[in-house]
């Protein structure tokens, strides 16, 4: 691990990734089933959002909040990202979604939940502050929740990201950036992005897509919310990626 917002696997193991939960537990568990926590070289990487679901009734965030707090501290082959989602609640920015207050309601559920607010928000914001942006392979692959930025145009223009904080602009794309908005960032972008960091391929969640999308170098994949066809990448680190397709191959499906 380069820092402790960049982490680095080297070419040998296995990797799960999985994008935005928002609260589901049962494929929460259903992932972890596929993931040998004993087996050191053996990493799964949630890519952020594991929380914010839509119904208090059936969200899943605080309970699933709780296991990954206490795996990232006893497996270091577990790994979760930043969201978008979690940092809002770092920044206090507010996120609506269907006309609600996300933040609002994730006190409310850990009211529900738990009894009380407080510590147990001041815990998960604490935990939220120890994610990772960002995942990398020695094969190739550059794994982050969103992005990529499109002002990232040399390396040191990337590692900046690492001095400033969880409002530092470039970051908040990596968090926030969608293909479909064309302001965002573009095909060209998505390439010249992987050139600065010296990495071949792209795996993003954030946007919403039917199982998964190739958009250039890059696949947005959708593993749990609003997707049918639930899709997770499960790679031997050793694998020689020299197309996307090589990278469409280690897709794995789930159908809801």
């Given at each position: 691990m380069i820092n402790d917002k960049l982490i680095e696997l080297p070419d040998y193991g296995r990797l799960i990734v999985v994008t935005d939960l928002h609260g589901n537990l049962d494929d929460y568990n259903a992932y972890l089933d596929l993931w040998d926590e004993s087996d050191s070289d053996f990493h799964i990487v949630f890519t952020g959002d594991l929380i914010h679901g839509m119904d208090e009734r059936t969200d899943g965030s605080v309970e699933i909040l709780d296991d990954a707090i206490s795996k990232s501290k006893e497996y270091p082959n577990f790994h979760t990202l930043l969201g978008n989602h979690e940092c809002a609640h770092i920044t206090n920015d507010n996120i609506y979604k269907n006309s609600k207050d996300l933040?609002?309601?994730f006190k409310n559920l850990i009211s529900y939940k738990k009894g009380y607010?407080?510590?147990h928000l001041t815990n998960y914001i604490r935990f939220f502050k120890t994610m990772p942006y960002f995942l990398t392979t020695a094969n190739g692959l550059f794994i982050s929740h969103s992005g990529p930025?499109?002002?990232?145009?040399?390396?040191?223009?990337?590692?900046?990201?690492?001095e400033g904080y969880y409002s530092d602009p470039i970051l908040q794309e990596f968090l926030w950036n969608r293909y479909t908005h064309v302001t965002d960032y573009t095909r060209a972008d998505v390439e010249r992005f992987l050139d600065v960091v010296g990495s071949k391929f792209m795996i993003v969640g954030h946007c919403p897509v039917e199982s998964y999308k190739v958009f250039s170098k890059q696949i947005i994949m959708s593993s749990s919310f609003n997707t049918r066809v639930k899709t997770y990448l499960d790679m031997d680190l050793s694998t020689e990626l020299k197309d996307i397709k090589d990278v469409q191959k280690q897709l794995k499906f789930i159908i809801d």
């Open positions: 933040l609002f309601e607010i407080e510590p930025s499109d002002k990232v145009n040399s390396i040191e223009s990337f590692n900046k990201i690492f």
